[in-house]
């Protein structure tokens, strides 16, 4: 419903086609949100869509609205082109298709320097120090441990709540005594 009005909505305000990014799925079961949501939106152009890892090497069209995914972990990208119907914003036309993307593609020396450039701000900030410890804290997961205790802590006082519970099988590190990091926190 919220999609529904939304797109209503950017039409009426002059939009002259509406599309979503969603993360909701396409297939079965539980990953097939982009399919149940086009009969529930009107008015919607296209869905450029994840989650489910799927690759349509060609849109699929539903009630009229292409919907689009490229696989999974970048190993194409995709482009959509679409005519679009000016009195209604959805697509009368579309066509897809998806590029892998190979080894054999260099990179582009202006991307490379940026990602680098990331990458250094970013380790700065994860090397900040949070704070330091007495003693170590340990992680377990089958049983009571530091750093379950410490997070459970650190998630009541967060939500102002009575109690706090955390699965340690979510955790990944234990903690030792001394200065702790953003990247150990991280981790």
């Known amino acids: ?5 939304q797109v209503a909505r950017l039409r009426a305000e ?3 086609a509406v599309g ?10 539980a990953y097939r ?5 086009v009969p529930q939106t009107p008015g919607l152009a296209f869905i450029v869509g994840g989650h489910s890892h799927t690759l349509l ?3 699929h069209v539903v009630h009229g609205t292409p ?3 490229a696989g999974d972990y970048g190993r194409f990208v995709g482009r959509l082109d679409l005519t679009i119907d000016p009195a209604t914003g959805q697509a009368t036309d579309s066509r897809g298709v998806l590029f892998p993307v190979t080894d054999d593609i260099a990179p582009a020396p202006d991307v490379v320097a940026a990602i680098e ?3 250094a701000d970013v380790a700065q900030i994860l090397g900040e120090p949070l704070g330091s410890l007495a003693q170590p804290l340990d992680l377990a997961d089958d049983r009571e441990c530091g750093v379950g205790d410490w997070m459970a802590d650190r998630l009541r006082a967060f939500m102002g709540a009575q109690i706090g519970l955390i699965s340690t099988g979510l955790l990944r590190r234990s903690l030792p005594a001394g200065v702790v990091t953003r990247r150990m926190r991280y981790e």
Do not use: C, F, N, W
């Not at 979503?20 to 079961?29: N, P, R």
């Open 1 to 5: 419903e919220a999609v529904a009005e």
């Open 14 to 16: 002059g939009a002259d």
């Open 20 to 29: 979503i990014i969603s993360h909701m799925g396409y297939g079965e079961g």
């Open 33 to 37: 949100g982009d399919l149940k949501l």
């Open 57 to 59: 090497e060609t849109p």
């Open 67 to 69: 919907i689009v995914q």
């Open 117 to 119: 450039a990331m990458r």
